[in-house]
């Protein structure tokens, strides 16, 4: 299972990597496997503001709906709408192409928040 | 918490192993889509042990079944099996069940696990006879093997029964490498294929028999995700969702079983007034046109807002690729391609009224 350096986490399986003056959200690959094959993503509208752990989107596996929290306050200033058409790349490639929402304007107090790759591992026993 | 006799199987194959109605069950193995698609497409295999498994016999069996059952038992004979119901006094749903005639004084009952205690009081507190009941769901494993593929894998196994010709809803008792086993042509997936009813020592053997032939068909094992998404796209009801004690056999849709041609049965007296005086509610599929998925308890309105119903079962499934599932809707609002909205955390989603069953095998 992959847990990458360049990532921060939160407990409740979302990662953040940050990206010039954007903060990209996605969810873990702990948490996509314990979620099974999404089927679908209820994504947030763009310029959508989100409060730290409120509810950023919700995803869906055949059996249930999950919501996923922002790891930090900020705007929705990017969806991947890629996942309306193919939700199963968060399954496959949770880091990378299967990315959320990108945030602007998160304080850089928030992110300090937020767990180590090597913490997060360690959280989820692997 | 119970285990079936292939607890072990499951975890050696990577089993995620859930609680289910009482039972520690796999919910998937590979994934529920790889799942889906391998039963649809080649063949799967499914651990069915946590369903119940009562012995009524004796002289008297058919006449107890007859009273206690919805469906016509005395259209059986030995070999044949048919889906009925258990009822309550209102019509309401107690369980759904396949009764097996093995022959005129011995008939098998295969009940749902969540129900199977239930049932089995049910049962020997309403028997108006001096039949036989036993609750024998501890001594059977049971295994379905569901698939276009699926009767190619089994027919070289079985002896003493040829399975290619064994018709849709007949069984026969015959045997796996040694063991004997009951296996019947039905399923819960809409795909053709076999269940096959095994003593409890001998159902590993059996399931790692399975596996091991299946591999060149491209089986896969399957959990209770993808029996859920079958299912449902099939439309065949699942009690806790499409039937309860609540609504009654015909609300639910299974009114073809209900044989009022038949002589006294429980529910009948109800289901005759309801007939009459015409059905408030039913049982209806739908599709979504807007993005999202309505699921159980999620609530129904008509254009105009008004709640007329509530989603029974919902997902997105694999094969059909859309947001579907049933809901009960009050009568007038029932007819197909009918507009309705779909209230999902407090957002609307249109959708509309289809036929029913969702995917349909071509023969």
């Given at each position: 299972?992959?847990?990458?350096?360049?990532?921060?986490?939160?407990?409740?399986?979302?990662?953040?990597?940050?990206?010039?003056?954007?903060?990209?959200?996605?969810?873990?690959?702990?948490?996509?496997?314990?979620?099974?094959?999404?089927?679908?993503?209820?994504?947030?509208?763009?310029?959508?503001?989100?409060?730290?752990?409120?509810?950023?989107?919700?995803?869906?596996?055949?059996?249930?709906?999950?919501?996923?929290?922002?790891?930090?306050?900020?705007?929705?200033?990017?969806?991947?709408?890629?996942?309306?058409?193919?939700?199963?790349?968060?399954?496959?490639?949770?880091?990378?192409?299967?990315?959320?929402?990108?945030?602007?304007?998160?304080?850089?107090?928030?992110?300090?928040?937020?767990?180590?790759?090597?913490?997060?591992?360690?959280?989820?026993?692997? | 918490?119970?285990?079936?006799?292939?607890?072990?199987?499951?975890?050696?194959?990577?089993?995620?192993?859930?609680?289910?109605?009482?039972?520690?069950?796999?919910?998937?193995?590979?994934?529920?889509?790889?799942?889906?698609?391998?039963?649809?497409e080649r063949v799967g295999l499914f651990d069915v042990s946590h369903m119940g498994e009562i012995w009524v016999t004796g002289p008297h069996a058919e006449e107890a079944l007859e009273y206690m059952t919805c469906n016509k038992v005395s259209s059986l004979y030995d070999g044949k099996a048919h889906y009925s119901a258990i009822l309550n006094?209102?019509?309401?749903?107690?369980?759904?069940?396949?009764?097996?005639?093995?022959?005129?004084?011995?008939?098998?009952?295969?009940?749902?696990?969540?129900?199977?205690?239930?049932?089995?009081?049910?049962?020997?507190?309403h028997n108006a006879t001096d039949a036989k009941i036993v609750n024998a769901s501890v001594e059977y494993g049971q295994v379905a093997v569901q698939g276009p593929k699926a009767i190619e894998l089994i027919t070289p196994l079985v002896t003493g029964a040829d399975l290619a010709t064994l018709k849709y809803f007949h069984f026969v008792e015959?045997?796996?490498?040694?063991?004997?086993?009951?296996?019947?042509?039905?399923?819960?997936?809409?795909?053709?294929?076999?269940?096959?009813?095994?003593?409890?020592?001998?159902?590993?053997?059996?399931?790692?028999?399975?596996?091991?032939?299946?591999?060149?068909?491209?089986?896969?094992?399957?959990?209770?995700?993808?029996?859920?998404?079958?299912?449902?796209?099939?439309?065949?009801?699942?009690?806790?969702?499409?039937?309860?004690?609540?609504?009654?056999?015909?609300?639910?849709?299974?009114?073809?079983?209900?044989?009022?041609?038949?002589?006294?049965?429980?529910?009948?007296?109800?289901?005759?007034?309801?007939?009459?005086?015409?059905?408030?509610?039913?049982?209806?599929?739908?599709?979504?046109?807007?993005?999202?998925?309505?699921?159980?308890?999620?609530?129904?309105?008509?254009?105009?807002?008004?709640?007329?119903?509530?989603?029974?079962?919902?997902?997105?499934?694999?094969?059909?690729?859309?947001?579907?599932?049933?809901?009960?809707?009050?009568?007038?609002?029932?007819?197909?391609?009918?507009?309705?909205?779909?209230?999902?955390?407090?957002?609307?989603?249109?959708?509309?009224?289809?036929?029913?069953?969702?995917?349909?095998?071509?023969?």
């Amino acid at each position: 299972m992959e847990f990458p350096d360049d990532c921060k986490y939160t407990k409740d399986h979302e990662w953040v990597r940050i990206e010039g003056d954007k903060v990209i959200v996605g969810i873990t690959e702990f948490a996509q496997s314990e979620l099974g094959d999404l089927v679908f993503v209820d994504l947030p509208a763009v310029g959508k503001t989100v409060a730290t752990h409120g509810t950023l989107c919700v995803v869906e596996s055949t059996k249930a709906a999950s919501d996923v929290y922002c790891p930090v306050a900020g705007t929705v200033s990017e969806r991947n709408d890629a996942l309306a058409d193919d939700p199963g790349l968060i399954n496959r490639t949770p880091y990378s192409d299967g990315w959320i929402v990108k945030l602007s304007g998160v304080a850089e107090a928030e992110l300090a928040g937020l767990m180590s790759a090597e913490d997060y591992k360690k959280l989820v026993g692997k | 918490m119970k285990k079936t006799p292939l607890y072990d199987e499951h975890l050696r194959l990577g089993g995620k192993i859930v609680e289910f109605a009482g039972w520690q069950m796999p919910v998937q193995y590979s994934g529920v889509v790889a799942e889906h698609v391998a039963v649809r497409e080649r063949v799967g295999l499914f651990d069915v042990s946590h369903m119940g498994e009562i012995w009524v016999t004796g002289p008297h069996a058919e006449e107890a079944l007859e009273y206690m059952t919805c469906n016509k038992v005395s259209s059986l004979y030995d070999g044949k099996a048919h889906y009925s119901a258990i009822l309550n006094e209102r019509g309401g749903v107690v369980d759904d069940i396949i009764v097996y005639r093995c022959s005129k004084e011995r008939f098998l009952i295969c009940v749902n696990a969540s129900n199977a205690d239930k049932d089995f009081e049910w049962l020997t507190k309403h028997n108006a006879t001096d039949a036989k009941i036993v609750n024998a769901s501890v001594e059977y494993g049971q295994v379905a093997v569901q698939g276009p593929k699926a009767i190619e894998l089994i027919t070289p196994l079985v002896t003493g029964a040829d399975l290619a010709t064994l018709k849709y809803f007949h069984f026969v008792e015959c045997e796996i490498l040694g063991s004997p086993v009951l296996v019947a042509r039905t399923g819960y997936t809409g795909e053709d294929g076999v269940e096959i009813f095994v003593k409890a020592d001998k159902t590993a053997d059996l399931w790692r028999i399975l596996i091991e032939h299946g591999a060149s068909l491209g089986l896969l094992p399957c959990g209770l995700g993808a029996r859920d998404s079958l299912r449902l796209e099939a439309a065949l009801p699942l009690h806790g969702h499409e039937l309860s004690e609540d609504m009654t056999a015909l609300e639910s849709g299974l009114g073809w079983i209900v044989k009022f041609d038949k002589g006294d049965f429980i529910g009948k007296e109800a289901l005759l007034r309801q007939k009459n005086a015409g059905l408030r509610k039913k049982l209806i599929g739908f599709h979504l046109d807007d993005a999202g998925i309505a699921r159980q308890g999620d609530l129904v309105s008509a254009v105009d807002g008004k709640e007329v119903g509530v989603v029974v079962s919902g997902t997105k499934t694999p094969t059909v690729n859309k947001a579907l599932g049933m809901a009960f809707v009050e009568t007038p609002h029932t007819a197909l391609d009918t507009k309705l909205t779909f209230v999902v955390r407090g957002r609307n989603i249109a959708g509309h009224v289809v036929q029913l069953p969702f995917y349909k095998r071509s023969k």
